[in-house]
């Protein structure tokens, strides 16, 4: 059973760093994209930064800069890298594996990411 798992999260003030990561992707065949969602409180769940097929690198324009996203298979470990962080970065943020062959999201159960002085 799969099962992925985030760490991590914290308080950070402003201006601030964390780096998030996931385990439990190894045994997921037909990855297709993997990489990172967050909800705020009242808001949508959205992208954050992923992988698409392989190595490609997709981020949402609000963490540009701001935000690596890197994986080590070996590991089996995701890392999102965040500097910079400011107030509206403030959210749950999940692991996200997409399986083309299984045709499933698998997600994690997230980790809090609070910014605030």
């Known amino acids: 059973q799969v099962q992925l798992e985030e760490s991590g999260g914290g308080l950070v003030q402003p201006g601030g760093s964390l780096t998030l990561s996931c385990t439990g992707f190894?045994?997921?065949?037909?990855?297709?994209?993997m990489g990172w969602f967050r909800q705020a409180p009242g808001k949508e769940r959205e992208l954050v930064a992923r992988?698409?097929?392989?190595?490609?690198?997709d981020y949402a324009d609000s963490v540009k800069g701001r935000v690596t996203i890197s994986r080590d298979n070996a590991k089996n470990t995701m890392t999102l890298q965040m500097n910079n962080l400011k107030p509206e970065d403030t959210a749950l943020y999940y692991c996200?594996?997409?399986?083309?062959?299984?045709?499933?999201?698998?997600w994690g159960k997230g980790t809090r990411v609070i910014v605030s002085s």
């Open positions: 996200n594996v997409y399986s083309w062959s299984r045709g499933m999201d698998y």
């Open positions: 992988f698409i097929s392989g190595d490609t690198t």
């Open positions: 190894r045994s997921i065949i037909g990855i297709h994209t």
